[in-house]
């Protein structure tokens, strides 16, 4: 992995490709929530009503809530069993387990040197990619050892979105979609037409702009529109090439026709 950035492209044009991603509807559902997060393989759903952060599966639905904290800025569930809860106003993230319950919360008012955080993301282990809006970079934390493990260079355009798994991380910004391996060095970089905010699955990024819905496979240059039909996207997600939009309280599944 560390010697991924010296064979990898760091400067790439992307190239829409001609090809439209065409999707087959499978089912929808009522869903009242002010942010739809995320749903997993077994039908468990994640979404924020309120502030309050909820996880809704057959038999039940839970929820954590830190109304002290105030607005509840965004939450993350690569990891079920470490969700990232992210209160922007307090410079505070909390984390917790797979029933809601806390079992770590991260102050970034109380660090020396203090962090003033604008993004928040999964990182391996016990770590958080964190974007510092201050020193205009990312950095892999270590919640448990308050230190560093890897940081970026700055950037130099205002952050959009940020998303990661185990082995990258992909920031979004009004010029650039970065891409870095977990040592933080950068592996290549992208210009950004007009994106605006993405989700990741299996390393592939699904792109949002205006409206719709593009498609840029792992390992790719090429990027192709998704086939969304009229819906309005409020929020969407995708995992194992199915498709989740939400729009007008309403869930939509899709089974993405990926060649």
Not at 8 to 17: A, N, V
Not at 117 to 135: E, K, L, P, V
Not at 217 to 236: P, V
Request: aromatic content about 16%.
């Amino acid at each position: 992995m560390k010697y991924t950035c010296l064979i990898l492209f760091l400067f790439s044009d992307l190239l829409f490709g001609q090809t439209t991603i065409e999707t087959e509807f499978v089912k929808k559902f009522e869903l009242k929530a002010d942010a739809f997060i995320s749903i997993d393989n077994f039908g468990t759903t994640y979404y924020i009503t309120n502030n309050v952060f909820y996880k809704k599966d057959k038999d039940q639905t839970t929820n954590f809530s830190a109304l002290q904290l105030g607005s509840l800025y965004e939450a993350n569930v690569f990891n079920p069993l470490k969700i990232n809860l992210f209160y922007k106003n307090f410079n505070t993230v909390i984390i917790l387990d797979n029933r809601l319950a806390e079992i770590f919360k991260i102050d970034f008012n109380q660090m020396a040197p203090y962090k003033n955080i604008s993004r928040i993301s999964t990182g391996y282990d016990n770590t958080i990619w964190i974007f510092n809006q201050d020193q205009q970079k990312l950095e892999l934390f270590d919640y448990k050892a308050k230190t560093t493990r890897a940081q970026t260079v700055p950037v130099q355009s205002s952050v959009l979105d940020l998303e990661s798994n185990y082995n990258y991380c992909w920031l979004l910004t009004e010029k650039f979609l970065y891409v870095y391996n977990y040592f933080g060095s950068l592996i290549k970089k992208i210009e950004n037409p007009g994106f605006t905010a993405m989700v990741e699955s299996n390393e592939n990024i699904i792109l949002k702009k205006d409206n719709n819905l593009f498609y840029l496979k792992k390992n790719s240059e090429t990027i192709n529109t998704i086939e969304t039909g009229n819906l309005l996207i409020n929020d969407f997600f995708v995992t194992n090439e199915t498709l989740y939009l939400y729009s007008l309280e309403t869930v939509h599944q899709f089974k993405l026709k990926i060649n």
